[in-house]
């Protein structure tokens, strides 16, 4: 297992600095991580930093509530393209899940796939496990599968429960072979990472990145 290109090496607090965005990048190149996951005002600015390296650009839209509009995450979208994001990650409208609004969840992904798809970018779905019931999970997974999304997320890392093994299971269960899994929120160990890989997860977002490849004894690849 090449534990390096499952990882998406992120950072998203809202008081993200330049500096902070450098560093992320520089580890992202120097571990060659699968990517990594930047607030959208510094997508450009990062796609310089991992320049003509195996490391994609992921930003985020409709972050971290969800309950944007659907005509505010087209603009969204439209913006991180014209920025150069590789991989946009995607909260889904958790209120329209909650309250059973599945015409305005299948709505939203119908309105914005083709964004994605037009322009070759991969779409990660952010459905916020820890706080959906276990048929609000299913449910999601048979929608965003239907559609074809490249992955569906676990979490923002803003709820009050992150990735778990369990809901990465029910996804893989409930979600068709291509399309993907991506764990995210409070995985700070090589062995959780581990555990959520052998779960079905084929992406780890995290920004305690470099101390699990420390802890997994995975010394830099660049």
Known sequence: MKLNRYIDHTILKPVTTLDDVKKLCMEAVEYDFAAVCVPPPFVRIAKTFVGATNTKVATVTGFPFGYSAIEAKVAETVLAIIDEADEIDMVANLLAIRNGDWDYVEKEIRTILPLIRNKQRVLKVIIESGILLEEEIIRCC?????????????????????????????????????????????????????????????????????????????????
């Open 142 to 222: 048979k929608l965003y599968g239907q559609y074809g999304v490249d992955y569906v997320k676990t979490s923002t890392g803003y709820a009050e429960k992150g990735a778990t093994v369990e809901a990465v299971k029910l996804m893989r269960q409930s979600l068709p072979s291509n399309v993907k899994i991506k764990a995210s929120g409070g995985i700070r160990t090589f062995a959780f990472a581990e555990e959520l890989i052998a779960a079905g997860a084929d992406r780890i977002g995290a920004s305690a990145s470099v101390a699990i490849m420390r802890e997994a004894g995975i010394a830099p690849m660049n």
